[in-house]
């Protein structure tokens, strides 16, 4: 599902990622962990298609995107790829089903059908009415539910999160570490999740730790 091979990333002479090669599985949960600047955000946005490599190959399912033009992969990031943040980035302007549903508008689809579709995943994660409340309306755990359900809309071939837990509480973090094994098990997904939480890398089908910019385990 997702090669990498020998990926650097520098800014200027600040060397961020060195030499950085992996191999993903489809279906797997892969958890990536160490210290702050090890380099694991800024392998996330490169997975994420959000940062280009400074050398080295990155293919997802087949696909080399950043050999793509910036149209077609704009259109690649927003349907192969879902992500879910810290904090959300719900627009706090729109209601929780406007926010879920604006990929899929991006993408193309028919508002009643990224509306329909938008609805079952609320359902799915527990939302029941809380289609129309906006972000500050909802609590911690609802807020990133719902970036759950946008990271979704799409049905993409890989879910990436950074950090997904680190704003909630002990037990929020807990539901959500387990919906990631459920949407997995329900939809197939690739999941790799950057995180300091040890509870969920030790549970995740592999667990990568970074130091220095280089993957050490």
Do not use: W
């Given at each position: 599902m997702?090669e990498?091979?020998?990926i650097?990333?520098?800014?200027?002479?600040l060397?961020?990622?060195k030499?950085?090669?992996l191999s993903?599985a489809?279906s797997e949960?892969?958890?990536?962990v160490?210290?702050?600047?090890?380099?694991k955000?800024t392998l996330l946005q490169?997975l994420g298609t959000?940062?280009?490599?400074t050398?080295?190959?990155y293919q997802?399912?087949g696909i080399?995107?950043?050999?793509?033009s910036e149209?077609k992969?704009a259109?690649f990031?927003n349907?192969a790829?879902g992500f879910v943040?810290?904090?959300?980035?719900?627009l706090?302007?729109?209601?929780?089903?406007?926010?879920?549903?604006?990929?899929a508008?991006?993408?193309?689809?028919?508002?009643?059908e990224a509306?329909?579709?938008?609805?079952e995943l609320f359902?799915?994660?527990?939302?029941h009415?809380r289609?129309?409340?906006?972000?500050?309306?909802?609590?911690?755990g609802?807020?990133?539910?719902?970036?759950?359900?946008?990271?979704?809309i799409n049905?993409p071939?890989?879910?990436l999160?950074?950090?997904?837990?680190?704003?909630?509480d002990t037990?929020n973090?807990e539901?959500l570490?387990?919906?990631?094994f459920?949407?997995?098990?329900?939809?197939g997904?690739?999941?790799?999740?950057?995180?300091?939480?040890q509870?969920?890398a030790?549970?995740?089908d592999?667990?990568?730790?970074?130091?220095?910019?280089k993957?050490i385990?």
């Amino acid at each position: 599902m997702i090669e990498v091979e020998n990926i650097t990333k520098t800014y200027g002479e600040l060397t961020v990622l060195k030499d950085v090669s992996l191999s993903i599985a489809e279906s797997e949960l892969i958890s990536i962990v160490g210290a702050s600047g090890a380099g694991k955000t800024t392998l996330l946005q490169i997975l994420g298609t959000l940062e280009q490599p400074t050398s080295g190959r990155y293919q997802l399912d087949g696909i080399e995107p950043f050999q793509l033009s910036e149209k077609k992969l704009a259109h690649f990031r927003n349907t192969a790829i879902g992500f879910v943040f810290q904090f959300h980035q719900l627009l706090p302007e729109f209601n929780a089903l406007e926010n879920v549903i604006l990929p899929a508008l991006i993408k193309g689809t028919k508002k009643e059908e990224a509306e329909k579709k938008a609805v079952e995943l609320f359902s799915f994660l527990n939302l029941h009415n809380r289609e129309h409340h906006k972000p500050y309306q909802l609590s911690g755990g609802e807020q990133q539910r719902v970036a759950v359900a946008r990271a979704l809309i799409n049905s993409p071939k890989v879910i990436l999160a950074d950090e997904p837990s680190g704003n909630l509480d002990t037990k929020n973090a807990e539901e959500l570490h387990q919906l990631f094994f459920d949407l997995r098990a329900n939809f197939g997904q690739t999941f790799v999740i950057v995180t300091h939480n040890q509870k969920l890398a030790s549970i995740s089908d592999r667990k990568l730790t970074m130091s220095d910019g280089k993957i050490i385990s």
